[in-house]
């Protein structure tokens, strides 16, 4: 628990420094990568994350530093399960570089991924569904946000997703459940 408040205390201190004081973030970041090697890997991971979304406003650079080291060490363990909020905060941060390795992080992880890049990146999204579907790895729950995303800016192609689902789904053995997605 100490670790955490340490951590975020840090997080505060790299939030405050001024954008025209690089080099004290820089040195910052470093003191802040070195707390962060003894800390469980997923703990660690999260930290990076939550670092990385602190540093986007003022410090870029570093920013993409902390989701770089985040996602290397998704990619080197691969029995690591990250939650919710750090997949849409590494696919926001680094959609290109984030889509690979978390594809396989959890096995809802396509789901999220697809919703978060439905309101920003719709067609990226629709082509990851497509594939995702081809290989077995959502149902039509993944449908969702993109059905509601192409209703505000195409409702032709919205209608167009609607109706596969339909042509495409096999409704007979829908339980209650099911529907609420």
């Not at 340490?6 to 003191?31: E, F």
């Not at 993409?64 to 996602?71: S, T, Y």
């Not at 363990?77 to 959609?95: F, N, Q």
Request: glycine content about 4%; some cysteine; aromatic content about 6%.
């Amino acid at each position: 628990m100490l670790w955490r408040f340490s951590c975020i205390s840090v997080l505060c201190c790299l939030a405050a420094y001024p954008a025209g004081d690089a080099r004290s973030a820089v040195q910052a970041a470093q003191d802040f990568e070195r707390k962060l090697s003894q800390l469980p890997l997923s703990l660690a991971i999260q930290f990076r994350v939550q670092a990385a979304q602190t540093l986007q406003p003022r410090h870029p650079d570093l920013a993409h530093q902390f989701a770089g080291a985040a996602l290397e060490q998704l990619r080197k363990e691969k029995d690591i399960k990250v939650g919710t909020p750090v997949i849409r905060a590494l696919i926001a941060a680094s959609p290109d570089e984030a889509i690979p390795v978390l594809s396989s992080a959890s096995p809802n992880a396509m789901l999220v991924i697809i919703a978060t890049l439905a309101p920003e990146h719709p067609d990226q999204a629709l082509a990851l569904y497509r594939s995702a579907l081809h290989d077995g790895k959502v149902d039509f729950h993944a449908l969702s946000p993109l059905i509601m995303q192409f209703a505000k800016e195409r409702p032709s192609m919205a209608s167009e997703l609607l109706e596969s689902l339909v042509d495409n789904y096999d409704f007979s053995n829908l339980e209650p459940w099911d529907a609420g997605g």
